[in-house]
């Protein structure tokens, strides 16, 4: 199904199995208990050498710092951000802030941490630290939110969305703009992979839809970008046109990303709870073979094989499946197979806006590249960009930065066609070198 | 998500070749997002 990449694009690194906080929904399934007592395990140094200089070695484009809490662990969270930025790899840390102090905020910015992510569970102490089962969570985190806007480090907040906190989802919104913050991301709470009741967390189909409702409500009244941060079945979000940037991430588990434990152990994603090897023992590749279930469709479940919707969708959460309808190859507890005809509906009716091209552009100065057997993988900054074929590579290698670039010539010299070029700069592996032309005036 | 109706010269897919999902209607698998932890709004590149 999907092809077999030289390794992942993005890898999250565990620094900590400790954390700050002991949410009630915590996908971390080898936390233990319900206690509010955590595992002690932390990366050593030793260790983070070892696993960087092969992430290092295979080019991995994007790390994501997380745990646990990566801030209690700081040593190897430092030693990471150092490594990677000295070897072009890009960072993003996702913190409760509990622990934030000012110097760390600095070393963020120093060490170029694109992106901060922290939860806000709700719009006051109240409810945050209900749900996090900690006193003066909310307070420390809503602190370390403004500790890192002074260090100018971008920030931003995620609602981990359960039948606890469902009704307070414009409220959180609003709290997330009050403080400034650019956008306001929500995920749907994830049964973890020691829980075999979470029907008191998990919301419905039909709360699904009318979350996905709510948080674009919001986004639309109030102007405010809002996004999800997690794939969901297309079927089971159902109005894809309504909600298409919702509609817009796939399950890419063990096809371009996945995830590292604090003890070396490789899994497709943080939810997913089987390892496929250890980095400190293993090479990176040999594990990501191992991986190939993920990628062949095996785990696709059989309704969703034969679904039209399934290149646009991708079947939805496996680890889902696995803990609410007893496999990993099973249906995604969102799914509504019988929507899916009018899903298809909507996706084929959406035709491409055409917009003509600048006549002249420049590479994008934070482009990266791989090699891969079939081209190449592309990331323009923080964020991946596309697949090239050998054709498109020569001609992205043949260009040079800083210099203004005939749009006619290159599509001539490539022969691959204007929507060639048109792609690229909806990519943004092309930016245009004139301020108008990109904000589409004229 | 699905823009195109045409595979572009140039770009390559990350659907296997041979599957039928790299081909037409489904050539836009490269434009899909992941699980980046990052909201495309605040992405330096958008």
């Known amino acids: 199904m999907y092809k077999t990449l030289s390794a992942p694009h993005i890898i999250q690194i565990e620094v900590s199995a400790m954390c700050t906080n002991c949410c009630q929904h915590c996908y971390n399934f ?29 080019r991995v484009f994007h790390l994501v710092l997380t745990g646990g809490e990566p801030l209690l662990n700081k040593k190897a969270l430092f030693e990471i951000l150092r490594r990677a930025t000295e070897n072009n790899i890009t960072t993003s840390v996702n913190s409760t802030l509990v622990t934030l102090t000012k110097e760390d905020a600095l070393k963020f910015k120093e060490l170029g941490v694109s992106m901060v992510l922290t939860s806000l569970l709700g719009p006051t102490a109240e409810i945050h630290d209900q749900i996090v089962q900690r006193n003066t969570a909310f307070e420390r985190t809503v602190k370390g939110i403004r500790v890192l806007q002074e260090a100018k480090v971008p920030v931003s907040a995620n609602m981990v969305v359960s039948r606890k906190n469902q009704h307070l989802i414009r409220e959180t919104g609003n709290l997330a703009r009050s403080l400034g913050l650019k956008s306001f991301n929500s995920t749907r709470a994830g049964c973890p992979g020691n829980c075999f009741n979470f029907s008191e967390f998990s919301l419905n189909l039909q709360e699904f839809r009318l979350y996905l409702e709510k948080l674009h409500t919001f986004g639309d009244t109030e102007k405010m970008p809002v996004d999800v941060l997690s794939s969901y079945p297309l079927c089971g ?182 929507a060639f070029m048109a792609g690229l700069i909806e990519r943004k592996v092309f930016v245009p070198n004139n301020p108008k032309e990109k904000e589409g005036g004229d | ?23 037409g209607q489904f050539v836009d698998s490269w434009d899909d997002c992941y699980d980046c932890n990052v909201n495309c709004e605040e992405c330096d590149n958008s």
């Open chain 1, 237 to 418: 979000i159902k109005e894809v046109d309504r909600y298409q940037k919702f509609a817009s991430r796939r399950c890419m588990a063990g096809v371009n990303t996945l995830t590292l434990s604090v003890t070396g152990e490789v899994r497709p994603c943080s939810h997913f709870d089987v390892s496929y090897g250890n980095l400190l023992q293993e090479d990176l590749s040999v594990i990501w073979q191992k991986m190939t279930e993920w990628r062949d469709g095996s785990l696709i479940p059989a309704v969703c094989q034969s679904c039209k919707v399934l290149p646009w969708c991708g079947g939805g959460c496996r680890m889902e499946a696995k803990m609410r309808n007893g496999s990993p190859s099973g249906l995604d507890p969102y799914a509504s197979p019988s929507d899916a005809d009018y899903v298809f509906g909507q996706l084929k009716g959406r035709r491409k806006e055409s917009s003509s091209l600048p006549v002249t552009v420049r590479l994008n100065p934070k482009i990266r590249w791989r090699l891969e057997d079939f081209g190449a993988a592309i990331f323009a900054g923080t964020r991946f960009a596309c697949y090239l074929n050998h054709k498109g590579l020569e001609l992205i290698k043949s260009l040079s930065h800083g210099l203004d670039l005939s749009t006619a010539d290159l599509i001539k010299r490539s022969g691959t066609g204007e």
């Open chain 1, 30 to 58: 080898w936390r233990q208990g319900g206690d509010g007592q955590t595992t002690s395990a932390n990366l050593s140094l030793e260790q983070v050498s070892r696993i960087m200089d092969q992430i290092i070695g295979h």
């Open chain 2, 1 to 23: 998500m699905a823009k195109d109706s045409q595979q572009v010269a140039g770009f390559e897919s990350i659907f296997d070749s041979g599957t039928g999902m790299e081909q």
